[in-house]
């Protein structure tokens, strides 16, 4: 199946070139923010974030007299972004050094690295830490919280902290600004959270400074990565038979086989590993030291190198990420089988392609996973990420599921290509005089936003704003027919979905956030082309000139309309028949009494005299709920069967 997203970039270099003190655009940009209590770094992966926060804790040491800098990363693989680094070879005023006694990202348990955790406290040589995000909750237990006065705290990969009560690292951080005198800086490069719990409260929030770096300003300045494809293919059976299909071992690729409580999981993860690894051809060897497997391609006998991330032995994991951090040249890997691990903080940027098997509900994680891929080298040109899907089939069971695992997968996709594009300004059109100028849009009837508040939420949370509501289960109902009027999904559903969102927002307020959202969503999934020194825009079928816009012609868009675009030329008619009756089944109201008196009396004679099944999309009313009696009544068949299965 052709790639869904193609976005091409024009390497201009300049996220990767550096000023006088060393920084690169995105950490030039951290810096200037420097004297905020609570930072908040919204950057993608590659951009530079570890070594931003490096800048920003000796400004805070050096400058602003803070105590210690401890920073918390998820993992402890990710601790070696963190290590000690000459920094004043390139310009800047100090070096990120520590003593190596304080680096908790060593294996061990956790008891000593609490007790490091404390003695660092009271150490008054001691100026740097870092740790997990689990020894920085122990540790928090054992200490008072005055322990924690003048010190900058910084969370990498923030999105593991959530606004749920039972999140312990959310306890920790409100804790920690509630009752402490401590400095925060929060770094993700991811912009959703998948299971919809925000992040954090919308009033603690607002108490961050927000350093926002988009995905396109960091792509678009690279130096040899010029085009990124995101597509999905589907399978049918297991996925380990189509894997062939979309695995090319001469492309450096991270392969992430599905958690074994997924649907596409065979239950056996290390079967699937020694089936992937018989795919490609035949073990010949694994080093001893390394744990590097090197395997014998069916194809021409050429000898890859594997590395099993999957393994959970911590022997043989360790030696695996010890090889991993080391490796120095593109020839020192060739393929990375992983489970849940090499997604966020992982570093090859030699990768070419991000495999992916099985639906991931968190767009978090799809970011990070895509991220494996985009950093810059010299060995790419362009990089992919791909998401091998089960095909939803009509005798299954599970049908539901897969249909909306498939539906949730494309507007994913349709997101990604959104965040991935250059970003517009969107100002009210009052007169025909009234030109756009560069990277604005002028629409007539448009509300700009009159308040700080909606400022802020277009300016930095546009993006979680559109992942709630393409990822929204009523919405995705819209998304493989007009089962729903554009009219109501713009001006009904999503209101709905940003007072959800933002209970604290006045009506105008919501307005105001709902026409930038839907204008900004319109305009990205439209095709833009240039005619005659005029601006058109493909909208619902038809290109229209950018200097007519209207935000009623805007709101009559759906803006699934893409995406059903993509289903209609990506899967066959009878497979988009059974997604489209796997929708509608959920929203038929109907009795079994009346679809037993349809389907014996009413529809064999139409059958007999048409030689088809009655149409969900018929006009006729009677020919219409004859079909809804069908889906019902298959749809029932399918839950009985489920059910004598689960006795």
């Not at 593991?160 to 005198?181: F, Y």
């Not at 090859?348 to 099985?358: D, F, R, S």
Request: with cysteine; proline share 4%.
């Amino acid at each position: 199946m052709p790639n869904l997203v193609n976005v091409t970039y024009a390497h201009t270099g300049q996220s990767l070139s550096v000023n006088r003190q060393g920084m690169r655009e995105m950490q030039e940009r951290v810096y200037e923010q420097r004297n905020a209590q609570y930072l908040l770094i919204k950057a993608p992966p590659a951009s530079g974030k570890s070594r931003a926060l490096m800048f920003l804790g000796l400004a805070k040491l050096y400058e602003q007299g803070l105590k210690k800098v401890i920073v918390a990363v998820p993992e402890r693989s990710i601790g070696g972004s963190f290590d000690r680094t000459d920094l004043t070879s390139h310009g800047f005023f100090a070096d990120w050094t520590f003593n190596p006694d304080y680096n908790l990202c060593s294996p061990g348990g956790e008891t000593s690295k609490v007790k490091t955790f404390i003695r660092f406290l009271s150490d008054p040589a001691a100026t740097i830490l870092i740790c997990t995000h689990a020894t920085l909750r122990f540790a928090f237990d054992a200490v008072d919280a005055a322990a924690f006065n003048q010190i900058l705290l910084a969370i990498d990969e923030f999105h593991h902290v959530s606004a749920d009560v039972d999140n312990k690292l959310g306890e920790v951080l409100r804790a920690i600004m509630h009752n402490t005198s401590a400095h925060i800086a929060a770094m993700t490069g991811s912009y959703f959270r998948g299971d919809g719990v925000p992040v954090i409260a919308p009033e603690v929030e607002a108490r961050f400074t927000k350093v926002t770096y988009n995905y396109y300003e960091q792509l678009n300045g690279y130096t040899y990565l010029k085009t990124l494809g995101i597509g999905y293919h589907f399978y049918q059976g297991r996925y380990t038979s189509a894997l062939h299909e979309v695995l090319n071992t001469d492309r450096k690729t991270i392969l992430h086989i599905p958690n074994v409580n997924a649907g596409e999981s065979t239950k056996d993860k290390y079967r699937e590993v020694d089936t992937i690894l018989d795919i490609i051809g035949e073990v010949t060897h694994q080093d001893r030291g390394t744990g590097v497997i090197t395997v014998k391609r069916k194809s021409d006998g050429k000898e890859i190198r594997v590395a099993d991330l999957v393994n959970d032995s911590s022997k043989d994991r360790d030696r695996i990420i010890a090889y991993l951090r080391a490796m120095k040249s593109v020839d020192d890997m060739d393929l990375i089988i992983a489970l849940g691990m090499a997604k966020e903080g992982f570093d090859w940027p030699y990768c070419e392609h991000a495999l992916t098997v099985g639906y991931r509900g968190s767009l978090t994680e799809i970011i990070q996973i895509i991220g494996r891929a985009t950093r810059d080298s010299s060995n790419k040109s362009h990089s992919q990420f791909t998401n091998l899907i089960a095909q939803p089939d009509a005798d299954d069971d599970l049908v539901k599921i897969s249909v909306n695992n498939m539906l949730k997968a494309i507007t994913a996709s349709l997101l990604m290509e959104q965040v991935l594009a250059p970003n517009f300004k969107f100002k009210s059109k009052v007169s025909d005089d009234d030109k756009n100028a560069a990277g604005t849009i002028k629409i007539r009837g448009f509300k700009e936003p009159t308040s700080q508040r909606v400022k802020d939420i277009i300016e930095a949370d546009l993006n979680d704003l559109k992942a709630a509501v393409l990822q929204d289960d009523q919405l995705i109902r819209a998304l493989p027919g007009q089962f729903i009027e554009p009219e109501v999904i713009n001006r009904v559903l999503i209101p709905k979905i940003i007072q959800r969102r933002y209970p604290d927002l006045t009506d105008t307020q919501v307005e105001e956030v709902r026409q930038y959202i839907v204008a900004d969503s319109a305009i990205k999934n439209g095709e833009i082309k240039d005619v005659g020194g005029k601006q058109f825009v493909r909208m619902a079928g038809k290109f229209v000139n950018i200097e007519d816009l209207h935000i009623d012609l805007i709101d009559s868009v759906n803006p699934f309309q893409k995406a059903f675009e993509v289903l209609s030329k990506s899967v066959t008619a009878k497979l988009l028949k059974v997604i489209q009756d796997t929708i509608e089944a959920g929203r038929i109201q109907m009795t079994d009494g009346e679809a037993v008196i349809l389907y014996k009396e009413k529809i064999p004679l139409f059958m007999e005299r048409h030689s088809r099944e009655p149409r969900l999309n018929a006009p006729d009313p009677l020919e219409h709920r004859m079909a809804e009696a069908i889906v019902y009544l298959r749809n029932k068949k399918r839950q009985l069967k489920q059910e004598r299965q689960n006795e």
